[in-house]
């Protein structure tokens, strides 16, 4: 059997564009078939239904109304669907056959805009390059007319550092890139993999020249051009046009700003909260209270980019300042701002020729609060302000043109008349003349005809279908002069009429609004199209004003909270005066945060070793040194009395457990593959957090391990370093390594229980309080009874040698291998004796030395060339030989 005409047309779209799930119009509705069918269906919760196709069986088949698309369309797409609209392309009513249908757009997570978002964040698509030069990534938001590229060495953590930052919702990968690689990015960025060849899909050197205005001059490498030009034939192939508002190429360098890597990002929360994975709880919902849209995108892209250079986080620093000490100056730039709506949106709507009436009028509203910015600006003394004042364009022009050419009232819809102002244009001004006179004639026929007929219940009406008609119900059909009146249209109760007279008058008043409402969509388009050839202009404006309210947030946000201005300097010096986590103090009640100094230098105090139990606040004191760095370096104000911040060029942090079953690796593995990358990456200007390094095994392997990081660290990376840990064997090292300090949070013990003071003080904490804390959490009173009394045998006894010797558990660990030191002098013996009793204890016993061999042992012990393995072996054979002469 043959398909018919219909389902052939479909089919035949369907082939160009299999990924999608195709909207086939017809009618007042899209329709879904086959595959796509069953998927929409459930996706969409919609009754899946058949259509004769030709075929021996129905085609599957769903529908949705064409005017509720919308909101289909962002659930499809959100989910990560591609969708393909396909419409009527050329007019029914000159058809010959089947109306002729294509596909206008196709709408992708990456090019999908969520005007619904109150976040408005960007929605970013990107595009990675790879050959034997290293990576390059482009990436753009088609909204907002953004457009950016770079490219660095061939460095699989630095790709993912940097597409965890841009955070894309799709990505353009090639067919010839590694399937590895590819799950190394999905398993840490979820986006939408689009696979291209690379070789055959990118635009010519022409149409990017055509596209972006500085293409010629941007500084771009051949893999910088090549993965631009991928991205932007993606862009056309989807948008099915020329987007003018992307018409700049912006060449970027990641080594402008600070690295942070994803692991860090997630932990330090600083755009959402690891447990609910949204804003509220990071660092921006404490930041961002922008007036604007472009404001709190600005806000967002500092927090993700944090900058590197001095001069140019002081320039934000002097202009935030000057907003601080001038309150009502920031409170009337804040009352301007909020009135602006969402510029750079509005124009990416203008470029995608989707922009309707009341968009415009937004502009317009906009556009004129920029005189009253410009006036409160006109006598700031910081350069950045400066800057902004000199800078922003008051768009005048294109303000009046929407002012003289809108109308206020106009509907959102642009194909039904009543969007151009009176007065604008002259035509339009008679054909509305012409358009109320006939409403007036016909009010007056109305009348007329009722007095001369005596039927006070006649009307005269309009339909789409019939036109003008002068209704009568039958009631009074006896009433009706004969031979005045054209039977028009009978129904079950009344009978409509028409006379020549109405009918002429009705060509006159249809013609005036069809051709009324004809211009009116014209000159709409040519008001578009010159505010479109001004895109560069607000493009701009836009951006200033994005940053001119993140400066005033950040102004804001410091006389609310209290943050006072940072010293920037270039020293490796991090000095703070009772610092406060920014987001933890939020959630807290008022003025129990508890505030901390922090001293970390390049000289005794460049490893802080923190001590202290769980709960007592270790990891929230480490976050908020981060967090006032970071802070510090995008130009804001912190949450101190007084800081000094050096700038750094990474932050790291491995706090917390987790693990990545999916990709097989535990907890522990996760733990040790962040700490290496750490150690890989890391440099003298970094700022290294490490929380717990090493639980995540036995007892021995874990202090070992986190011994040999600090060594590391203090030999190799010399790096500004937190390092929180539960080995309290580990406080030995302060003496021992340079720059290792010792601090632990204080803890006051009342009878039988303890209270966290959340106070940083120096010096290291001599236990863990670990079943104190297991109290607090509510375990059995019986287990934690029985929990102390095997840690007073454990502390009575050698833990080493007596792990075996606690009843009725079953307690193991790795054997330490003692190493014994043969010199001619003496012999050192072990001797392993067995004695079995109820518990099989394994004793270890050490023949008698003499005080001056011990003595002359440690004297001869080369502690900075051992391992830190070696060194605990042989501190431990010393105690227990030490222990014999007691």
Not at 86 to 100: N, R, T
Not at 330 to 352: C, H, M, P, Q, T
Not at 684 to 699: H, M, N, Q, W, Y
Request: net charge negative.
């Amino acid at each position: 059997m043959a398909l018919t005409p219909m389902m052939r047309q479909y089919m035949e779209i369907k082939e160009k564009y299999q990924d999608c799930i195709l909207f086939f119009r017809l009618g007042d509705f899209y329709e879904m078939f086959f595959e796509d069918a069953k998927t929409a269906s459930k996706e969409l919760e919609l009754v899946l239904t058949g259509r004769d196709c030709g075929l021996e069986e129905k085609a599957p088949m769903c529908g949705i109304p064409f005017h509720a698309a919308n909101s289909y369309i962002s659930r499809l797409v959100l989910k990560g669907y591609k969708v393909a609209i396909g419409e009527q392309v050329e007019d029914p009513s000159v058809a010959k056959g089947i109306v002729k249908r294509d596909v206008v757009k196709v709408i992708t997570p990456g090019t999908y805009v969520d005007s619904t978002n109150a976040e408005y964040q960007n929605t970013y698509i990107s595009a990675i390059f790879l050959n034997e030069n290293g990576y390059s990534i482009s990436s753009s938001d088609i909204s907002t007319g953004e457009f950016k590229v770079t490219s660095f060495q061939l460095d699989d953590s630095l790709l993912l550092d940097e597409l965890s930052k841009i955070n894309p919702k799709e990505i353009l990968i090639d067919s010839h890139f590694d399937s590895n690689k590819v799950q190394m990015i999905t398993s840490i960025i979820p986006s939408l993999i689009t696979i291209k060849d690379f070789s055959l899909f990118s635009c010519s050197e022409e149409e990017m020249i055509s596209q972006f205005n500085n293409y010629s001059d941007a500084d771009l490498d051949i893999n910088c051009k090549v993965v631009s030009s991928v991205l932007m034939k993606y862009i056309f192939e989807t948008q099915k046009m020329t987007l003018s508002n992307i018409n700049i190429l912006e060449r970027y360098y990641i080594v402008n700003y600070m690295t942070i890597d994803s692991s860090s990002r997630r932990n330090l929360e600083l755009t959402e909260s690891l447990k609910e994975k949204n804003k509220k709880g990071s660092l921006i919902w404490v930041m961002d209270k922008s007036a604007t849209s472009m404001g709190g995108r600005t806000l967002r892209k500092w927090i993700e980019e944090p900058l590197l250079i001095k001069k140019e986080i002081e320039y934000r620093l002097d202009a935030v300042e000057e907003l601080v000490n001038n309150i009502y100056l920031n409170e009337d730039l804040r009352e301007a701002l909020k009135s602006i709506y969402d510029i750079e949106r509005i124009v990416g709507k203008i470029s995608n020729q989707n922009v309707n009436a009341k968009e415009l009028l937004s502009l317009k509203t906009s556009l004129q609060k920029i005189p009253s910015l410009k006036k409160e600006l006109s006598n700031c003394s910081s350069p950045y302000l400066k800057f902004i004042y000199d800078n922003l364009d008051e768009l005048s022009d294109i303000e009046s043109l929407l002012t003289e050419g809108i109308n206020e009232e106009a509907p959102i819809t642009i194909k039904e008349g009543n969007i151009i102002k009176d007065n604008y244009n002259e035509e339009v001004d008679s054909l509305r003349i012409a358009k109320v006179n006939g409403k007036e004639w016909i009010v007056a026929l109305e009348n007329k005809e009722r007095e001369f007929t005596g039927i006070k219940s006649l009307k005269v009406g309009y339909n789409k279908v019939f036109g003008y008609y002068i209704e009568i119900s039958k009631a009074n059909y006896n009433l009706i002069p004969e031979g005045r009146y054209i039977r028009k249209q009978t129904l079950s109760n009344a009978e409509r009429f028409i006379t020549q007279e109405l009918k002429e008058m009705e060509d006159k008043i249809l013609n005036a609004e069809e051709n009324l409402t004809t211009l009116e969509y014209n000159l709409f388009i040519d008001i578009r199209n010159k505010v479109e050839k001004q895109i560069n202009r607000l493009k701009e404006t836009a951006k200033l004003i994005g940053i001119l309210d993140c400066l005033s947030t950040l102004a804001l946000i410091a006389n609310e909270n209290n943050y006072v201005k940072p010293k920037i300097n270039e020293e490796g010096i991090i000095e703070i005066l009772d610092g406060r986590h920014p987001v933890v103090e939020k959630v807290i009640d008022n003025g129990e945060f508890v505030a901390n100094n922090t001293l970390i230098d390049l000289y005794d105090n460049e490893i802080l070793l923190i001590t202290g139990p769980n709960m007592a606040g270790k990891s929230t004191y480490m976050r908020q040194v981060a967090l006032i760095s970071i802070m510090a370096q995008i130009g804001s104000f912190v949450p101190a009395n007084k800081a000094n911040i050096s700038i750094c060029d990474k932050v790291f942090t491995r706090i917390g457990a987790s693990d990545d079953l999916a990709g097989g690796k535990s907890t522990f593995m996760v733990e040790m593959w962040e700490v290496s990358n750490i150690l890989k990456n890391a440099t003298a200007k970094s700022l290294v957090l490490l929380d717990e390094v090493g639980r995540g095994t036995s007892t021995y392997d874990g202090l070992s391990i986190a011994w040999s990081v600090i060594e590391y660290i203090s030999k190799n990376l010399k790096c500004k370093t937190m390092f929180a840990t539960h080995y309290h064997e580990l406080t030995k090292l302060e003496g021992m390594l340079k720059g290792v300090k010792n601090y632990s949070v204080a803890v006051k013990e009342l009878e039988d229980n303890i209270v966290f003071l959340r106070k940083i003080v120096e010096g290291g904490a001599d236990q863990s309080y670990g079943i104190e804390v297991a109290k607090i959490a509510g375990l059995p009173e019986n287990v934690i009874k029985r929990a102390k009394d095997i840690l007073k045998d454990l502390e009575d006894n050698s833990f080493k040698e007596n792990m075996n010797s606690i009843s009725t558990t079953d307690i193991k660990d790795d054997k330490n291998i003692l190493k014994e030191t043969t010199t001619s002098e003496e012999v050192a013996t072990t001797k392993i004796e067995k004695t079995k009793n109820d518990t099989e204890n394994i004793q270890l016993s050490f023949s008698t030395l003499e005080k001056d061999t011990i003595l002359n042992n440690i004297a001869n012990l080369d502690v900075l060339s051992m391992t830190p393995m070696d060194a605990m072996n042989e501190l431990y054979k010393l105690i227990k030989e030490a222990k014999q002469l007691i």
